[in-house]
């Protein structure tokens, strides 16, 4: 190689390695160290080492582990979009008519405190353990969170930008929502979004546990009947793996969609 | 004539809509019970009367119970998190091992936790316990330590020109009041993950407690049971919200804040 592309080699290195990256490589490859070391103490029953987790794990479930990851990965998703779109439209919905906000607002304020998790029951007596029933909750959970936090942005778009939208000729509301109120919110109802993906994550694990016959949870919970313990971890690693995942793609549409807003340097 | 006059003051068109909405609900909920098989939808009363009259020997005990595990988990859980996080803000060293393993386990869905738990220590109240303990760590140490990064420095400068010399007046005086208000919220987050947590660790195998009396109902096949359950959680959530939130305003009297 020449001492040119070596150099530009190196300079994509330093990029790319940057000092916060290190520090999170150098902790997770320690606690894989730690990992091992206990695992050979302790025995496999409570904490089988890393290669037993994923080699074991694959050679025992590798002929369901796709439909398993594909169908909890399907019911996440499409109980996101349907809750976020249906909380998102009645957030709007609410802040565009005062009688719709007076109507449902005490349907809202009694279904909050409703813990999500106390109605898998109930959904699994309705709907049975097939999809519908885990979409539905996952959606309801969604749904209920994401017309709160868009409820309060757009309570919290200052009336500064209102006020002036109105001074320079904006009369109907729907230019002030498109013009101001939309573009407003977006950071919020994304910075929302990261918590109710991650927290649609925790509703279909447990969804999943308590019925299902299909999916990651499924997995661990059968894993857990045979004291499998090293599947038991692997199906945590997957659901990590994928929350992340999906943090981190949330997180990027956020730097992309609100590459106007003024935000300090990012953590 | 005064009499009516205060009347039509209260009743605004907001709280007789709020009214009519609650009351339409309920209508309709009696209309689908006649409707649908009581499996499905069972009638107000059938829910109300009925489950509490079959469970009424056991119901104050399954209350204290869930209360117990909740209150318990979730106060050891919060202040251990919020102390890690003024830890990790205290001393640098600490922060920079802390940090990466904070962010490791972020991700880590808690209720996924729930069998490994129940693997590793058995099905006694302290893996119900401990995730709770667990959920509420993580919520209050993330909160917290974002509070602690979003104080202005400009407050903090000032606080050194005007004299604080050493680093505990300065968290004394100027960090901890400061992040008051985000702690509160972190603390409502923690709350009602503490309920939800709460009620599935009580569903995978509990002999007590509000969870048990649904899981043990939907085995009857007893919906009436299912939904007196859920009825009772959500009641003590929101008593959990009334409480945390008359502390908040209590609390955060000085913080700058339109009228909520």
Same mark, same amino acid.
């Given at each position: 190689m020449s001492k040119n592309t070596l150099h530009k080699l190196r300079e994509k290195l330093v990029t790319l390695l940057t000092p916060e990256r290190l520090t999170n490589?150098?902790?997770?490859?320690?606690?894989v160290i730690v990992w091992y070391a206990i695992s050979t103490i302790v025995h496999p029953l409570f904490l089988p080492s890393p290669a037993e987790v994923f080699g074991r794990s694959y050679f025992v479930y590798h002929d369901t582990l796709g439909s398993d990851i594909l169908y909890s990965l399907m019911r996440i998703v499409l109980g996101l979009?349907?809750?976020?779109?249906?909380?998102?439209?009645?957030?709007?919905?609410?802040?565009?008519?005062?009688?719709?906000?007076?109507?449902?607002?005490?349907?809202?304020?009694i279904v909050r405190p409703i813990p999500v998790l106390a109605l898998i029951p109930l959904f699994i007596l309705w709907f049975g353990i097939g999809e519908l029933g885990k979409i539905l909750l996952i959606a309801f959970g969604v749904f209920v969170r994401q017309v709160v936090t868009t409820r309060e942005a757009i309570k919290n778009v200052p009336s500064v930008y209102l006020k002036a939208a109105q001074t320079l000729g904006a009369t109907e509301k729907a230019q002030?929502?498109?013009?101001?109120?939309?573009?407003?919110?977006?950071?919020?109802?994304?910075?929302g979004l990261r918590v109710t993906v991650a927290a649609a994550f925790g509703y279909c694990a447990a969804a999943e546990f308590l019925g299902a016959q299909r999916g990651i949870g499924y997995m661990i919970i059968r894993a857990r009947r045979y004291l499998y313990t090293f599947a038991v971890i692997f199906g945590i690693i997957l659901f990590s793996s994928f929350s992340l995942i999906a943090d981190r793609f949330v997180r990027y549409l956020d730097h992309r969609i609100n590459i106007w807003t003024e935000r300090e340097a990012q953590q | 004539m005064k009499g009516w006059k205060m009347l039509r003051n209260f009743l605004t068109l907001r709280k007789i809509l709020g009214l009519f909405s609650v009351v339409t609900a309920v209508l309709v909920w009696y209309i689908l019970s006649m409707v649908v098989p009581p499996i499905f939808i069972p009638g107000p009363e059938e829910v109300f009367k009925g489950s509490y009259n079959l469970y009424k020997p056991i119901l104050a005990a399954s209350?204290?119970?869930?209360? #117990?595990? +909740?209150?318990?988990?979730?106060? @050891?859980?919060?202040?251990?998190?919020?102390?890690?996080?003024? %830890?990790?803000?205290?001393?640098?060293?600490?922060?920079?091992t802390l940090d990466p393993i904070i962010e490791l386990i972020r991700p880590i869905p808690v209720i996924a936790l729930i069998p490994l738990f129940i693997l590793w220590i058995g099905l006694g109240e302290t893996p119900r316990i401990l995730i709770i303990v667990f959920a509420s760590f993580v919520? #209050?140490? +993330?909160?917290?330590?974002?509070? @602690?990064?979003?104080?202005?420095?400009?407050?903090?400068?000032? %606080?050194?020109?005007?004299g604080a010399s050493t680093k505990g007046r300065v968290f004394r005086t100027i960090i901890l009041p400061a992040i008051t208000p985000e702690i509160i919220a972190g603390i409502k987050i923690a709350a009602a993950a503490s309920f939800d947590l709460a009620a599935a660790a009580e569903f995978i195998g509990a002999q007590r407690g509000l969870g048990y009396i649904i899981i043990n109902a939907k085995q009857f096949l007893y919906t009436n049971g299912v939904i007196f359950g859920i009825f009772l959680f959500s009641l003590l959530a929101w008593l959990a919200s009334l409480l945390i939130r008359y502390f908040d305003r209590r609390i955060n009297v000085w913080t700058e804040r339109e009228a909520a």
């Open positions: 490589l150098s902790t997770v490859v320690a606690l979009v349907l809750g976020s779109l249906l909380g998102i439209g009645l957030g709007i919905a609410m802040s565009w008519s005062k009688i719709v906000e007076w109507w449902f607002d005490p349907v809202v304020e002030l929502f498109r013009t101001v109120i939309f573009p407003s919110i977006t950071p919020e109802i994304i910075g | 209350i204290v119970s869930t209360l #117990l595990r +909740v209150i318990v988990g979730f106060l @050891i859980g919060s202040i251990l998190g919020i102390l890690v996080a003024f %830890a990790m803000a205290w001393n640098k060293f600490i922060q920079w919520v #209050l140490v +993330v909160s917290t330590r974002e509070a @602690i990064k979003n104080v202005p420095t400009v407050c903090l400068n000032a %606080a050194r020109t005007l």
